[in-house]
């Protein structure tokens, strides 16, 4: 099983007893630590899609250590003016052990949401025009027979369908 979650705003593939480094999260070392924003998970065929974020789930870890990382030098120039500036930076990191990732509450398969949006556009009902986009109001005038429907503006697509 794996899932997709936010930490400390970036989004990471995670799997149990992964070892993660994520910028520098408050908390001492050997702290259990656990992250609500999950985006979406995975167990084989089983794929769970949160709008943005699954209710209820829930990945947990075990701050392992605070560290830092590789020093990237940063190094400016300008030719010919005598400006030279160089600058290091190391960024503080935390490497975290995922201990568990648990899905509760209700689930939202990709296969259940397209089945949902293809359900909500046959109960659209057929009289309200305006509801619809520029690209579908053109469609139906085609399938109507309308001449110039390319060329009109959505307000004489809804005149001319009506």
Do not use: C, W
């Amino acid at each position: 099983m794996y899932a997709i979650v936010e930490i400390a705003g970036q989004q990471f593939k995670v799997a149990k007893d992964q070892k993660v480094f994520v910028h520098r999260l408050a908390g001492e070392e050997g702290d259990k630590v656990s992250f609500d924003k999950v985006l979406l998970t995975g167990d084989g065929d089983n794929i769970t899609l949160g709008a943005p974020a699954i209710d209820g789930a829930l990945v947990e870890a075990k701050i392992t250590r605070h560290l830092k990382g590789d020093k990237v030098i940063v190094f400016k120039k300008k030719r010919r003016k005598g400006y030279r500036v160089k600058n290091g930076h190391r960024q503080a990191l935390t490497e975290i052990s995922i201990e568990g990732i648990s899905v509760s509450g209700s689930k939202k398969s990709t296969s259940a949401k397209k089945e949902e949006k293809s359900s909500k556009k046959e109960e659209a009902p057929k009289n309200d025009l305006s509801s619809n986009t520029v690209a579908e109001l053109r469609e139906m005038a085609k399938e109507k027979g309308v001449e110039g429907y390319s060329s009109m503006k959505k307000a004489e697509l809804i005149a001319a369908l009506s």
